[in-house]
């Protein structure tokens, strides 16, 4: 008897639109948990950090120098920049509680403008439980 010459391979993907498109999700075995937070939020606040970073230390002189480094434009540095003075009890949920946040990137970073006491119900919404972590 010969061995056959055609071999199935079954991998378990899953179809889910995202924006509009088709995306392919690999099974959660494969893919770290993020615990339901979106990774390109967790990739821009950790960018938005080594940028407060490089810029407080003096690397960096300017959000230029930075949009000329990443190949970016500056408005958008700037943009995303804000995402490093978000309030320490949303950075806890976000990063330690991975709860996903209710809105955008792009608008956390207009909700890092408001007062701390403000940018939880703005980013999470009104009706999520407040979180009683204490710095």
């Known amino acids: 008897m010969s061995a056959p010459t055609t071999m199935r391979v079954f991998i378990p993907l899953t179809?889910?639109?995202?924006?509009g498109r088709p995306r392919i999700v690999p099974p959660a075995d494969i893919v770290p948990?993020?615990?339901g937070v979106d990774p390109h939020v967790l990739k821009a606040i950790a960018k938005a950090w080594s940028w407060r970073r490089k810029l407080e230390a003096g690397v960096i002189a300017t959000i230029q120098d930075i949009?000329?480094?990443?190949?970016?434009?500056d408005r958008y540095v700037?943009?995303?920049l804000r995402l490093a003075y978000l309030a320490p009890i949303l950075?806890?949920?976000?990063l330690v509680g991975r709860m996903p946040p209710a809105v955008s990137i792009k608008d956390m970073a207009t909700a890092a403008e408001l007062p701390w006491?403000?940018?939880?119900?703005?980013?999470?919404g009104a009706n999520q439980d407040?979180?009683?972590?204490?710095f």
């Open 67 to 73: 949009a000329d480094a990443e190949g970016i434009s």
């Open 91 to 94: 950075l806890d949920r976000l």
């Open 130 to 134: 407040s979180c009683t972590t204490q």
């Open 117 to 124: 006491g403000e940018q939880e119900t703005a980013v999470f």
């Open 78 to 80: 700037g943009r995303m």
């Open 15 to 19: 179809i889910r639109k995202r924006n």
């Open 33 to 35: 948990d993020t615990g």
